[in-house]
């Protein structure tokens, strides 16, 4: 039991991560664009 | 400069970033305009001027069919005469002055920043103000540029927003006192929290290890519960900057090198807790606590900020060198009184007596006296150079030998000493295009680490040797704490600084890092002839007198050449003076358009012209026939003199090869880059000259307009092309070269339209910037390859990779010694450079004098 709710903890933090940092992250523009 | 059409900018574009663009739209534009040349694009600004009249609208369009955002400029507001931007100094407007860059840009001292992925969140949140069409932040000395039409407090708001602090730099002076001051007051502070910190955790260490233990049992267990308690009280008065900036930064979705720090030290000193609090839910073998580690990264964080701060304000030194060289008060006569003035009092048009041993404190005009000015800290040239009456001066050139009076033309922030300083920091603060590789990687990199940090714990957690939770705690601490990208950030920035610095050093003025970068790979150096690899002013070359009597030759030309003002007229006398020679007194001097110059001495004719017009005068040039020969063969004018009937010399004139032209080219070859020159001259004077200076090709009777076709055509054939001239005719080739080299002494426009400014005459300028942007580009890349090279062997490492060979896995106080020592490494790096020397050496002579 510990050790599946360690593992799903882990995986949730990842994508927590995944979600936060990129996913949900406000639009940017480019800073360098060249065409 | 009268029959250039006034331009007036009429389009804001975005997009355009170099050359090769500003080239595109030209092109794309010269339908409409008729010519290419008469359109004008402002990479810095990112405008595009067009003669008066053109349709602003269809323009916009067609510029945006080429790939660039482009809009007509909305009222008149925006409207600039370009033509009026030609003088540097003179465009200067108070507003704009007071900005280190010295055009729109706005400059923001950013505090709370300290690694690329926060460069990359300031950045992107400047970028997203509307308006913003530029945002570029310097890590290395903290301020960030932005261009495009937006009120500051704006773009102070959206650095706030981002978790970082910002305030608009208005007097760049003060702005530079202040982060000096600031820099002291941090790096006390640093040393402070530094002490603490460090003092704990090593206390804790000794304690802990020698007299008690790590891990907890019943005894120790509410001892350690307080030293815990302890902990934290130092973590977050030393560390505190890294726990409120990692919060602010995820706040914003970002995460940054103080997230990194927040993480590790925080996950160490939690874990700690939970060992010391509740020990009985973890193995027997767990009940380890890492209260020292946590103090003790932080310490070492600390002291590695302190050591890079202080390694930081050397990099500036150039700068802070220049602006040494201003005077504090100047001696204004007004009114016929003389006063000793602050510098910022002096008005345009105040008398200034300056006696020997004195600095020039503004700009001007000689109005009375001679003397000689020490002018090498501005052009790097070792000779003092004579002055008197009519001669401009510089603020910040010594005066080393007269008492003068001048008057006093550009002051305070229009000088050109003022024009460099501003020059040189807008360089410093831009980044090369490498630099852009770093942020790129940052803006994903901790996330990653995030990432990677949390994969590895499972991994430990999962198929780790017991005390499994243990060794997922450090594998993650220390992932976290290794990552930290600061020595990545700290790269190109440093680099460019110490390299830029340099550069003036040595008189070649960078406008763009991109420029820096550039220079290295030139392959094809393209020179201007006159004024560039030579003179550019005639001298007398050769004497030949027929009687045998030199001086009684010049005696008489000069006599007869100081009643005309033509060039060739002007060496004659000059050399005269020179010798020495006092010119005879002839009267009844006439100019003959294209044949000569004649008047009259003890009743005879004087005369002095081309062959053909003597020849037709009845006099014989037949015996003067093979000195004439000899000074063609030398890339010279032959003049011929005859006093009544005879003929008595030739005196051959030439725009003379500068006397270190020859080496300089040599130091081109030396360094595997090809010499080309373009000329007006007929063929036999470009072979002549190539010849004598040693250049590898020439293209003869070249139109001003066809040089930038030339540049263009070699650039076609796959050359990296530096242009180096200093005429209004050179401009479009500066502009579409590879990097374009001004030679400092020749016109404004020249100046404006190259990205290397050379401060002397001198050839030696172009191998000098060229090898300092070789040395630079190669320190940069070091360093990336340093701090790449860091995080991708410290990530693996600390994860515990070796711990199945070795059975070796990283503390994370280790990673954190390592991470600040990748950051002092860079910064040391970049210093080196420093030392820097280029391959040419002022002849002993020239020094001695």
């Known amino acids: 039991m510990t050790t599946f709710l360690v593992n799903a903890g882990g995986l949730a933090l990842m994508a927590a991560i995944v979600w936060w940092f990129w996913l949900s992250r406000p639009g940017t523009k480019n800073s360098n664009p060249h065409p | ?849």
């Not at chain 2, 505090?111 to 570029?136: F, K, Q, R």
């Not at chain 2, 007398?540 to 050449?561: F, I, R, S, Y």
């Not at chain 2, 002549?688 to 307009?705: F, K, Q």
């Open chain 2, 1 to 849: 400069m009268n029959d250039t059409p006034v331009l007036k900018t009429a389009l804001s574009i975005s997009g355009a970033s170099c050359q090769g663009c500003a080239n595109k739209i030209r092109k794309a534009l010269a339908p409409l305009t008729g010519n290419a040349d008469l359109v004008e694009v402002d990479l810095e600004q990112q405008t595009v001027a067009l003669p008066e009249g053109v349709d602003t609208a269809e323009a916009a369009r067609i510029v945006a069919d080429t790939g660039y955002p482009a809009e007509p400029c909305p009222g008149p507001e925006a409207v600039i005469d370009t033509v009026n931007h030609t003088s540097p100094a003179a465009a200067q407007t108070p507003a704009a002055a007071g900005s280190s860059s010295g055009d729109d840009a706005q400059v923001l001292a950013i505090s709370g920043a300290s690694c690329a992925s926060c460069v990359n969140s300031i950045e992107t949140a400047l970028m997203a103000v509307p308006g913003v069409t530029h945002a570029y932040m310097n890590l290395a000395d903290n301020t960030a540029t932005v261009r495009g039409g937006t009120q500051p407090q704006a773009l102070v708001r959206a650095v706030e927003s981002a978790g970082y602090g910002a305030r608009v730099i208005e007097d760049q002076d003060q702005a530079d006192d202040d982060r000096q001051q600031e820099d002291k007051r941090q790096y006390r502070v640093l040393m402070v929290k530094m002490a603490v910190s460090l003092g704990l955790g090593v206390a804790l260490m000794i304690w802990g290890m020698g007299f008690g233990s790590m891990t907890i049992t019943d005894a120790n267990q509410i001892t350690w519960i307080s030293l815990g308690i302890l902990t934290l009280g130092v973590m977050i008065a030393t560390g505190g900057q890294f726990y409120v900036s990692a919060w602010k930064a995820f706040r914003h979705h970002n995460a940054n090198m103080d997230t990194l720090i927040a993480l590790g030290t925080g996950t160490a000193w939690l874990y700690s807790m939970v060992v010391a609090c509740v020990p009985e839910v973890l193995p027997e073998m767990a009940r380890h606590v890492y209260f020292e580690a946590s103090a003790m990264i932080i310490g070492l964080i600390n002291l590695g900020q302190a050591l890079e701060l202080r390694a930081k304000g050397k990099t500036s030194e150039a700068v802070r060198r220049l602006l040494d060289l201003r005077a504090r008060t100047a001696r204004v006569i007004r009114d016929g009184e003389e006063q000793d003035l602050p510098v910022e009092q002096v008005l345009k048009g105040d008398h200034i007596r300056v006696r020997p041993g004195e600095k020039l404190p503004v700009d001007g005009v000689i109005i009375d006296g001679t003397t000689r000015i020490d002018e090498s800290m501005l052009t790097g040239e070792p000779m003092p150079a004579g002055k008197g009456p009519g001669d401009e001066v510089s603020a910040g050139t010594l005066n080393t030998h007269g008492a003068i009076i001048y008057q006093a033309t550009r002051v305070g922030s229009e000088t050109a000493l003022a024009h460099i300083i501003r020059l040189v920091k807008k360089a410093q603060g831009s980044k090369p295009e490498i630099g852009r590789l770093a942020d790129r990687i940052s803006a994903v990199f901790v996330p990653a680490v995030m990432l990677i940090a949390v994969a590895s714990a499972l991994i430990w957690y999962n198929i780790g040797p017991d005390p499994a939770v243990v060794h997922m705690m450090i594998a993650a601490t220390t992932v976290l704490i290794i990552a930290c990208p600061c020595a990545l950030g700290l790269a190109t920035p440093m680099s460019v600084m110490v390299g830029v610095g340099k550069a003036a050093e040595y008189g070649a003025l960078i406008r763009q890092g991109d420029a820096l970068q550039t220079a290295g790979k030139i392959d094809l150096v393209i020179l201007d002839k006159t004024g560039t690899i030579t003179e550019g002013r005639p001298v007398v070359t050769q004497v030949h007198a027929l009687t045998g009597d030199q001086h009684q030759l010049l005696a008489l030309a000069a006599g007869l050449e100081q009643h005309s003002e033509h060039p060739l007229a002007e060496a004659i006398v000059a050399r005269a003076r020179q010798d020495g020679i006092e010119p005879y007194r002839i009267t009844g001097f006439e100019a003959l358009n294209g044949k000569g110059v004649q008047g009259e001495l003890d009743g005879q004719p004087v005369r002095i012209g081309n062959r053909r017009w003597l020849e037709s005068q009845g006099l014989a040039v037949a015996p003067a026939e093979a000195a004439a020969s000899a000074i063609t063969a030398d890339a010279g004018t032959p003049l011929f003199l005859a006093h009544g009937q005879d003929v008595l010399g030739v005196i051959g004139v030439a725009d003379a090869i500068k006397t270190d032209s020859e080496a300089a080219i040599a130091r081109l070859h030396a360094a595997g880059i090809r010499v080309m020159m373009l000329t007006g001259d007929i063929e036999a004077t470009a072979r002549a000259i190539a010849g004598r200076a040693g250049i590898d090709d020439y293209r003869a009777e070249v139109l001003p307009e066809d040089k930038a076709d030339v540049v263009n055509d070699m650039r076609r054939k796959g050359h990296t092309v530096a242009m180096v001239g200093d005429g209004i005719n050179d401009a479009p080739a500066l502009a579409a070269a590879d990097v374009g080299f001004a030679i400092g002494t020749g016109t404004d426009v020249a100046i404006e339209s190259a990205s290397i400014t050379l401060m002397r005459g001198s050839l030696h300028g172009v191998p000098d910037a060229i090898e300092i942007s070789r040395a630079t580009i190669r320190n940069i890349h070091q360093n990336l390859f340093g701090a790449f090279i860091y995080n991708s062997l410290g990530i693996p490492v600390a994860a515990g990779l070796l711990y199945p060979v070795w059975g070796v896995l990283m503390s994370p106080i280790l990673a954190g010694v390592a991470m600040s020592l990748s950051s002092v490494t860079v910064v040391t790096n970049a210093n080196r450079l420093r030392l820097f020397k280029t391959s040419h050496k002022a002849p002993a002579m020239e020094r001695c004098q």
